[in-house]
């Protein structure tokens, strides 16, 4: 579970965004290596705990206390892709999904292009 999208753990239809999200999981849990603190509960309170950790201010201290220095390339990566995946609307975090695929896939893209770019140039 502690890969599944938000929405999906609150029993949204599955789309292309939640496997974008997923995604976006393992690759954080790679970087960490160690995993996050096992989620448990219902899937309502893990949803809520996910939302916890994707705020711009929970996502930092991930960053902070998770990221071991080896992977510091990857750590502005995987922070443009939670503002991408993870927009602020009306003060809250924004979980669902856009109709046109191009408006989160341009983005995500152009995030890996830059990324692979500044490491190719180190």
């Given amino acids: 579970m502690e890969f599944m999208a938000i929405e999906v753990l ?3 239809d599955h789309t292309y965004r939640h496997d ?6 393992v690759l954080l849990w ?11 509960g219902n899937y ?6 996910k939302r ?3 705020d711009a201010n929970g996502f930092e201290r991930i960053l902070a206390k998770e990221f071991p220095p080896e992977f510091n390339c990857v750590k502005s990566l995987c922070n443009k892709l939670r503002s991408i995946l993870f927009p602020i609307r009306d003060d809250a975090i924004f979980t669902g ?3 046109d ?3 989160v896939y341009g983005p995500i893209i ?3 292009d830059m990324a692979i770019d500044g490491i190719s140039a180190d």
Avoid: D
């Fill in 10 to 12: 609150l029993n949204v």
């Fill in 20 to 25: 974008l999200e997923s995604f976006f999981y």
């Fill in 30 to 40: 790679q970087c960490s290596r160690r995993g996050w603190v096992s989620y448990t």
């Fill in 44 to 49: 309502e309170e893990i949803a809520n705990a």
């Fill in 52 to 54: 916890g950790n994707v």
């Fill in 97 to 99: 999904t856009p109709k």
């Fill in 101 to 103: 695929p191009e408006i």
């Fill in 110 to 112: 152009k995030a890996f």
